[in-house]
């Protein structure tokens, strides 16, 4: 069975899509004098309303920043220890001390050793230089930017103290 053929007209008097969809060149809320002054108000009111909303809470937000940039130090503090240590090996000299092979977690434990040993040196080296940098930078950087080192140095803290779920700052609307 063949289907019919129909000719098609060449043009198409039915409107495509796109010229349904057009929207129009200037924006209804900056056409007239008046329309941006209504739009320039109402953002105006939604910035000093945000405004308003976090300056209250701002001293709430600094204790959240202080408090998440402590955590921030301990944790980094408990990686570098836990790096140190080498904990990663631990599971692997209970297993020897499981299966009663001495000869296998003396080897483990004397490259525990020597691996604490490099990696002691390693953060005693990066705490000296920590050290250094900052005698230097106390005396010859001028004291404004303590001002701008202090802060960012606080919230890098926090950021990595905070939990990837929790927002220190909350948007001011819904």
Known sequence: MTWPRRALPRWSTRPCAREVARLPVIPASVATKDARRATVARLAGRHWHAARYHGARSP?????????????????????????????????????????????????????????????????????????????????????????????????????GRPADRRIVKPAVV
Do not use: C
């Open 60 to 160: 709430w937000y600094a204790l959240l920043t202080a408090a998440w940039a402590l955590l921030g130090v301990v944790r980094i503090v408990g990686r570098l220890i836990h790096w140190w240590w080498v904990t990663e090996q631990h599971a692997l000299r209970s297993k020897a001390v499981a299966a009663g092979d001495s000869q296998a977690w003396m080897r483990l434990h004397q490259e525990a050793k020597e691996t604490r040993r490099v990696r002691g040196f390693v953060l005693l080296s990066i705490l000296a230089a920590v050290v250094i940098v900052a005698a230097v930078a106390w005396k010859a950087a001028p004291r404004w930017a303590w001002f701008v080192l202090i802060p960012a140095g606080v919230v890098l803290l926090s950021r990595h």
